[in-house]
């Protein structure tokens, strides 16, 4: 199956969210801290397991990084560009099927990365299972195949973006990309699984070799999380 690029659409319903329909805690929950101090609408979100936890193949100072700095500054700034605006009150994913601009890039890298943690796990099983596993042989013919669509997919996305497997409407399922904060989720595709290929995913342990940390990824794809998103 061909991949494609695909672009952000304002329109496009989506029944739930995958992050929902997997049970995650999500960026919507409105807090005070112990002071009292409003936080904001959107929190970052604890990662699913210790920053140690992805060695040797993604190291804690990448996820230090990684999940501290960027992904917390996405949901930091989301916080202040909201405030005041139409989008204060919404859920992220409302304000990622309307918003442009910096608010779109702020609050879809809010989600793209919540959703990323959680396609990566310490126990990772290698191989997709079940109804996904039947799904992705007849989009690509084998594991193999798409194992090897995905890599390309994803090495070759110039400029920093996403790689995606996902649901289409027909329930079949295709890779697509996505630069910059763009996601599925803004259009109709449902998210199964992504790799994040901005640089800044890969270079504290790779430097620029984006190659050797696709060959990483595989030893972390979380198969049962995109298994159960495709079930949802
Ligand atoms: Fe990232």
Not at 190 to 199: A, F
Request: hydrophobic share 35%; glycine share 8%.
């Amino acid at each position: 199956m061909a991949t494609r690029t695909q672009k952000p659409q304002v329109a496009g319903k989506r029944d739930s969210s995958p992050l929902d329909q997997s049970g995650l805690q999500g960026t919507q929950a409105p807090a005070q801290s112990d002071s009292g101090e409003a936080q904001g609408r959107h929190q970052l979100p604890p990662l699913p397991y210790p920053k140690a936890a992805l060695e040797p193949h993604m190291s804690a100072e990448t996820l230090e990084y990684h999940y501290g700095k960027h992904h917390k500054t996405y949901v930091e700034k989301l916080n202040k560009l909201i405030a005041g605006t139409r989008y204060a009150d919404m859920e992220l994913e409302e304000i990622i099927r309307t918003a442009q601009g910096p608010i779109f890039n702020n609050a879809a890298q809010a989600w793209n990365h919540t959703f990323f943690w959680n396609c990566l796990s310490p126990d990772a099983a290698g191989k997709p299972e079940g109804q996904l596993a039947r799904a992705i042989d007849a989009s690509f013919g084998s594991f193999a195949a798409f194992q090897d669509k995905f890599t390309s997919s994803a090495v070759e996305l110039f400029g920093s973006g996403w790689t995606w497997l996902v649901k289409d409407r027909d329930g079949k399922v295709a890779i697509v990309t996505t630069s910059n904060a763009d996601t599925p989720i803004a259009g109709d595709n449902k998210p199964l699984l992504t790799c994040d290929v901005w640089e800044h995913a890969y270079y504290i342990d790779y430097r620029n070799a984006r190659p050797d940390f696709l060959k990483a990824y595989w030893k972390l794809a979380n198969w049962g999380f995109a298994n159960g998103n495709f079930q949802g």
